[in-house]
């Protein structure tokens, strides 16, 4: 059993046709989405199109929560004023070119999602199983920490998003943490390619017999050039699309622990 | 000598621990080789109220944050790179999970840095400095760190971008809020030439006005307390002590900020501590109230599942250090 496990989408629907693309040619049992479909990008209609014309099952991301009720911020949980800044650019951005009706689908979205796949536990989640917009870095989340967690939101497998980077950790007696990475920008890698995650679970089903599944992240390469010149036509900041065109981190940076930080350029 | 939340002297809402995600260590006690003019606990080389913990301590520490799934640890003091066994106790911490060491870089020795660093690389897990400086040049940050203070802390910048370290510079505000981006401007220059520090990382911290600022400045009115109304529908883990705890010599506090008060001492072990709730009646309490979890990393900053992000800027970085 295999699953294609997408993360964040931030408004690239060019990069999420993508990865329905690729799943698809794999033959994937399933395709699931663990939120933040809107920000950064343009067009944040045409992502949740995809979405529903695919029927694909996704978590509430923190944006979704934001601008599915119209609040007034993105609830990313940024500290830093400029990156305060440039998420309010995306968020007032998102919310004025999300439709009602879409808006209206977004508040349907359920906060997490469980699966039982060959008796094991997964649980889909978009921050942390316990906070819609908990960061989980791979440098500041003890192995101990992630351990309760799975204890606590009795879960074999849990997969998780919000932070842009993807990480996986195995923890004991077979059970897993992901982080899958996102769609909607790259990950700081000074590379234009987007992540996403397939899970594959093998059969057998007990804990004795090895990990509950194995997570591959996939890169996956799109018209990154077309999402640029989009973003550009709809007036977004050219910080932006300088991550797009250049796999580099501009804004929304200072929430990043020294080690994620050092790998990336600014 | 715990003060239990039965025979508190004040009637402030009572906060209990909901996940022990951070640990800290008050590894060098209130010993500092800095007398700071708002230090809020009033460290000094001579203040012995809070003494050094044993490499031993800090052992038993990690042991038990690991039965807690403690997220992160903390050192603090005082000074901790006063502490002749801060490098053992931060390389055994990257054994297990992240370390954040809040320290005024004054006395950082190159071999120690070089040390952590590769201690850093073999670890899944990041080494976090704060570097407490208050302000861009020495005619601001003197007068409150100490004659050539600011001279000094930044050898010690420049050592840690050496060694290949992205310190993080916090600054308690003695200046007006609408001159931050000004003075944030200024000091990103002044560290790119002066320390070699191109991607520096500022943070602005409120002052607590309690322990030497107390003197220094004032303290809190009476009526700049936490009430039970104003935590209707607030979202506590905005508050440290909601998610934190902090071993000391002389027993596990709520919070590092209101060691001087007896009350803050919720235990001998972190045990007992983890189980005491905590009456929120400090001037200080209000502070965190307003500006969030002002200790912690930005990290752990963030709002409960459902919850509105609501309330100002939630997190920035440690006080003093
Ligand atoms: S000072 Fe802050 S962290 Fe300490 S008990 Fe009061 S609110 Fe909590
Ligand atoms: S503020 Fe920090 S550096 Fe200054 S005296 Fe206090 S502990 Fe020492
Ligand atoms: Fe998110």
């Not at chain 2, 809040?102 to 080494?127: C, D, F, I, R």
Request: proline share 5%.
């Amino acid at each position: 059993m295999r699953l294609a496990l997408f993360g964040g989408v931030y408004n690239n629907y060019l990069a999420l046709r993508a990865a329905i693309a690729d799943a698809k040619r794999r033959g994937v049992d399933g395709m699931y989405c663990l939120g933040d479909l809107g920000a950064f990008g343009p067009h944040p209609d045409r992502t949740i199109e995809l979405i529903r014309e695919f029927s694909i099952p996704c978590v509430q991301g923190n944006y979704d929560h934001s601008i599915g009720h119209e609040l007034s911020d993105c609830q990313c949980g940024y500290t830093d004023p400029r990156d305060n800044y440039f998420a309010q650019i995306s968020f007032d951005y998102t919310l004025s070119n999300t439709s009602a009706e879409n808006r209206a689908f977004l508040r349907t979205l359920p906060p997490e999602i469980r699966l039982n796949v060959h008796g094991r536990r997964v649980l889909l989640c978009h921050g942390s199983p316990r906070r819609t917009n908990e960061f989980l870095w791979e440098s500041t989340t003890s192995t101990a920490f992630l351990e309760r967690l799975a204890e606590e939101h009795a879960a074999d497998a849990i997969f998780a998003t919000h932070t842009g980077l993807h990480w996986q950790r195995g923890l004991s007696g077979g059970r897993l943490f992901a982080n899958v990475g996102v769609l909607g920008r790259p990950a700081n890698d000074g590379t234009t390619r987007v992540w996403y995650a397939v899970a594959e679970f093998s059969e057998h089903g007990r804990v004795e017999d090895g990990p509950v599944c194995t997570v591959d992240f996939v890169p996956i390469e799109y018209d990154h050039r077309r999402l640029a010149r989009e973003m550009r036509a709809e007036g977004l900041p050219e910080e932006f699309v300088e991550t797009i065109l250049t796999g580099w981190w501009t804004t929304c940076m200072e929430i990043l622990p020294a080690k994620e930080r050092r790998r990336g350029r600014y | 000598m715990s003060v239990r939340a039965t025979d508190r002297a004040c009637d402030a809402p009572l906060i209990g621990l909901s996940s022990l995600d951070e640990l800290w260590f008050q590894v060098a006690g209130t010993r500092c080789n800095l007398q700071c003019a708002h230090c809020f606990i009033s460290c000094s080389p001579h203040n012995k109220t809070y003494d050094f913990l044993t490499l031993d301590d800090v052992l038993r520490g990690l042991e038990a944050g690991q039965r807690y799934g403690v997220r992160e640890y903390y050192f603090t003091g005082g000074e901790p790179f006063l502490h002749p066994q801060l490098v053992a106790m931060l390389k055994a911490t990257l054994e297990v999970g992240p370390a954040t060491v809040l320290t005024n870089a004054t006395v950082l020795k190159p071999e120690w840095l070089e040390e952590l660093a590769a201690a850093e690389q073999g670890s899944p897990y990041s080494l976090e400095f704060r570097v407490s400086l208050d302000g861009p040049c020495p005619e601001i940050n003197d007068p409150i760190r100490g004659a050539g203070t600011f001279d000094r802390a930044m050898v010690g910048v420049r050592r840690l971008v050496e060694a290949g370290f992205l310190p993080i510079i916090t600054m308690t505000r003695t200046w007006d809020m609408e001159q931050d981006t000004e003075i944030v401007a200024r000091f990103r220059e002044v560290l790119a030439q002066q320390a070699g520090y191109t991607r520096a990382r500022l943070k602005i911290l409120p002052r607590l006005q309690i322990g030497a600022e107390a003197r220094r400045t004032c303290g809190y009115r009476p009526s700049e307390r936490v009430t039970a109304e104003m935590l209707e529908g607030f979202d506590r883990s905005h508050l440290l002590c909601d998610h934190a705890r902090v071993i000391t010599d002389r027993g596990v506090a709520v919070c590092p900020i209101l060691l001087d008060f007896p009350d803050a001492l919720l235990g001998r072990d972190l045990d007992e501590a983890v189980e005491q709730p905590f009456a929120l009646c400090h001037g200080a309490c209000y502070t965190c109230y307003l500006h969030g979890a002002i200790c912690s990393n930005p990290a752990v900053a963030g709002t409960r599942r459902g919850a509105s992000a609501g309330q100002s800027d939630p997190a920035t970085d440690h006080p003093a250090s």
